[in-house]
């Protein structure tokens, strides 16, 4: 979950679309063989949206989904990790593939399907608190 904070102090998440339904969603993909989860998330993060930053150490949420496959729907556990933004590049893999929106948490909440996806989001301003 690529996070910053804006110029008024408030916390913003970074929502990109899915390639194929456009959905709003966190950057996200499949674990891979030799990284760490929490290394992955960020790698998908930079392919995905362009940012860098410090990722955690552990998931600070987790979700699941069903995922649309070619002929069938697969249901996916997805672990939640913090990036926190430092750089966002002007040209990444994925961005003519994607849109991608930073959005107040209350409205990444809010604009997101997943259920559990929006209460993870809605947890995190509690976090960030905590963290700061």
Do not use: N
Request: glycine letters at 6%; charged letters at 30%; a negative charge.
């Amino acid at each position: 979950m690529p996070v910053r904070r804006a110029l008024d102090g408030s916390a913003e998440i970074l929502l990109v679309t899915s390639r194929t339904t456009r959905r709003w969603i966190v950057p996200k993909g499949w674990p891979m063989k030799g990284l760490k989860d929490r290394d992955a998330a960020a790698r998908e993060a930079y392919e995905e949206a362009g940012v860098l930053g410090r990722i955690s150490d552990k998931p600070a949420g987790r979700y699941t989904y069903w995922k649309r496959m070619s002929d069938h729907f697969t249901l996916c556990e997805v672990k939640l990790y913090l990036l926190e933004v430092e750089q966002q590049l002007d040209s990444w893999a994925e961005q003519h593939e994607r849109d991608l929106h930073w959005f107040k948490l209350a409205d990444a909440a809010d604009l997101v399907d997943e259920p559990e996806l929006g209460t993870a989001i809605r947890k995190l301003e509690t976090q960030l608190v905590v963290a700061a």
